[in-house]
């Protein structure tokens, strides 16, 4: 699990002609592509899912792609969908992954309009692939290259939601232990969080939301980069104003994880936005109203710098992350690093 470098994935997509009618090509730090038809801004992205527990696996593949169409400020409305599973994958797999797909499409009122379903001897476990679409006035389109100096920095939900949720799901009697019954009951009925589609659809109707981001493979460490250097800006957060819940802070103490890898824990359905000051009352108010927890850690700067502030004192943020996903939801520890 994990990215591309930038530098990676630059000569990844090297090869890739130059179209005009292409306003939002392949590139680091987004998500979502844009081109033009008709006089209006079409989204569309593509996730793949895997590894997922599998009665929320065809729901979890429509809503990746998505909820990275709705961070543009678009509608999703159309999606594709591939099946591809191991020679041996019954046909009632499939048809199990259908059925929960279409159930998500329909709350979103997207419509699935093609797609492949097939078994490769190639492969050993269960991967979907959505491509997701809508269109958007191209004033209505938000990016993550529109983040302005002085915008405060907006931090939905919390940090390490989809690996609490999932660690609940996938080992609960460990979950039990860490976080008692009663929040393991309720994170394990939280899935539905790992998506932000109708907040990312509320947060667009502001004109003073500039620019949004999830916070998914990599947590905030990634996504708050990517921001940035895509607004050519830095910015300054406040490690004590970071949403961290106590559940979140069992798993750093029983997993031994550094202050790095809460912060690079993915958090799907987790949205960084940059609001303007004059906006952010009336944002975050619009949230709670709809049940969304949010919280603003800090604000955008014209000085390039990346800063944490931790403890009253000013520390680089980290550029490179360090997701503890695959380790947590492996069930085992890590073993403490050895210094010579």
Known sequence: ?????????????????????????PM?????????????????????????????????????AASDVALFGAKPEFCTINLLGPVKTDAQEFQKVMKQACRAADELGIAIVGGHTGTYSSLCGLLGVCTAYGAVEPEKLVTPAKAQAGDYILCTKSLGLEILVNFAITHKDLALQLFGKQRTEDLITQVHLQSCVNEALLLAKFSGVHAMHDATEEGIVTALNELADASNLGFKV???KMPITTEMQALQKHFSLSDLQ?????????????????????????????????????????????????????????RVADDPYAMILSGKPQMPKVTS
């Open 238 to 240: 406040q490690n004590e």
């Open 1 to 25: 699990m994990g990215k591309l470098s930038d530098k990676e994935l630059k000569t990844l997509l090297s090869c890739v002609k130059k179209d005009e009618r292409v306003i939002i090509p």
């Open 28 to 64: 680091a730090g987004y998500d979502s592509g844009v081109h033009m038809l008709d006089g209006k801004c079409v989204v569309v992205s593509t996730d793949p899912c895997t590894g997922v527990p599998e009665e929320w696996f065809g729901w979890l593949l429509i809503n990746y």
């Open 262 to 318: 809460v912060l690079s824990a993915s958090s799907t359905g987790t949205i960084l936005a940059a609001v303007n000051p004059k906006d952010k009352d009336e944002v975050k108010q619009k949230l709670l109203e709809k049940g969304v927890a949010a919280s603003y850690v800090g604000y955008f700067t014209k000085d390039k710098k990346s800063v944490l502030k931790k403890n009253g004192r000013d520390l680089a943020f980290p």
